[in-house]
């Protein structure tokens, strides 16, 4: 939709409306929609498009920052049992030293919260379903359902939405990195792209995309094959091989950095930060490929569905983290703790925020866990 200057303030009443926020204004569905009611009034789609929006956008009032009463004290090493996106406006400016973080992967998950019983919710839809995969899990049905032309429709809107929502966090997670500190996001193959995209609009500069190898992978697609079999349709054996998806041997961790102080110099001086420390344990240059990661024994307390090896997180912590308890590592969505049992492992502190108090319980214990084991 094209905006003319004289439109400038119509811009900015719709600028941060998601995709479904700014159909549910046109009254409409579909662009085939949009077209066969500005076609009834002879005009251009964007004409009516602005012409609707005119005539049917109340001002917006602006809205003083929402805090909803959270208060709480920014020191090392604690996790705040807080959504983040409001827990971060409480910490100071160029604070902490790197983030490391694993937020949901998908898109289905907005307006909803990522705990043990969103997950369940989600699983009892598809009790005997075998397509439900962990990178999307059914929420809206993305993950399955008829292909037609309103579920790819529904997938740009919550790609849209998906990558606000990154937005949102992400400008704030810069606002508090110190200069020249690193940013590492886990996401799926299918979604890194959009984080990336969201954090780039925050003010991060991309630097990779790190490749952590997993030890096996489990295609959940369409097997076409049983598929026919299944339904009595002759001919199956010529599609033997052929499947609707590739086997997942890999998850993704996008690197992104908050630009240096005129160079490398001058921010390690200024900060001590904005190197990667690349010798790795055998003596040689880190790739951006790691593997051979060892998968925890989980606590029998812990119900988190997506846990990362604290091996990897401590490698993470590592390669962009100078060892000292001053280093502080940032973790938005610090789930059941790993982020923080890798950091004290490394000789650094952590900071996090976690909206689920059942995880924040479940952190409380790993750590204190760990923490004796060291003691021991």
């Known amino acids: ?21 700014l159909a549910d204004l046109l009254g409409a569905d579909s662009y085939a929609e949009l077209e066969r009611r500005a076609q009834q009034q002879g005009l251009p789609v964007s004409t009516y498009c602005l012409r609707h929006l005119r005539e049917n956008l109340k001002p917006r009032e602006e809205a003083p920052p929402e805090t909803s009463g959270l208060s709480f004290r920014f020191e090392p090493n604690r996790i705040v049992c807080a959504d983040c996106m409001l827990g971060l406006r409480g910490l100071p400016e160029d604070s902490i030293d790197g983030c490391i973080t694993d937020p949901p992967y998908n898109y289905e998950f907005i307006g909803h919260k990522w705990d043990d019983d969103e997950i369940k919710r989600r699983i009892e839809r598809v009790q005997n379903s075998k397509t439900l995969i962990k990178n999307i899990p059914y929420g809206s049905g993305l993950a399955g359902g008829v292909r037609n032309e309103r579920w790819y429709e ?14 949102g966090w992400g400008k704030e997670v810069y606002r508090v990195l ?21 954090l780039e609009r925050a003010g991060f500069y991309a630097r990779d995309i790190i490749v952590w190898r997993k030890n096996s992978g489990i295609p959940k697609g369409l097997n076409l094959v049983k598929k026919m079999e299944k339904e009595g349709i002759s001919g199956a054996e010529k599609w033997d091989g052929w499947h609707s998806c590739l086997r997942n041997e890999w998850e993704s961790i996008a690197m992104l950095q908050k630009p240096l102080t005129t160079n490398y110099l001058e921010t390690v001086k200024k900060y001590g930060i904005g190197l990667l420390h690349t010798k790795n344990g055998s003596g040689g240059f880190q790739s951006n490929i790691i593997e051979g990661i060892r998968r925890d024994k989980k606590d029998s307390f812990n119900v988190h ?39 004290i492992a490394r000789g650094v502190s952590y ?20 923490t004796k084991d060291i003691l021991l």
């Open 154 to 167: 529904r997938n740009a809107e919550n790609i849209v939405d998906y990558q606000n929502w990154c937005y």
């Open 178 to 198: 110190k200069p020249g500190a690193y940013a590492l996001v886990f996401n799926s193959t299918r979604t890194i792209a959009h984080v990336q995209i969201a």
């Open 351 to 370: 900071f996090g925020f976690e909206i689920s108090q059942e995880y924040c319980d479940i952190s409380d214990r790993r750590i204190a866990h760990f």
């Open 1 to 21: 939709m094209a905006f003319d200057e004289k439109d400038i303030d119509l811009y900015e009443s719709i600028a941060d409306l998601g995709t479904r926020e």
């Open 305 to 343: 569905c997506t846990v990362k090896p604290t091996e990897l997180i401590e490698k993470l912590v590592d390669l962009i983290i100078p060892p000292g308890k001053e280093r502080i590592v940032l973790d938005p969505f610090m789930g059941s703790g790993t982020t923080a049992v890798a950091a």
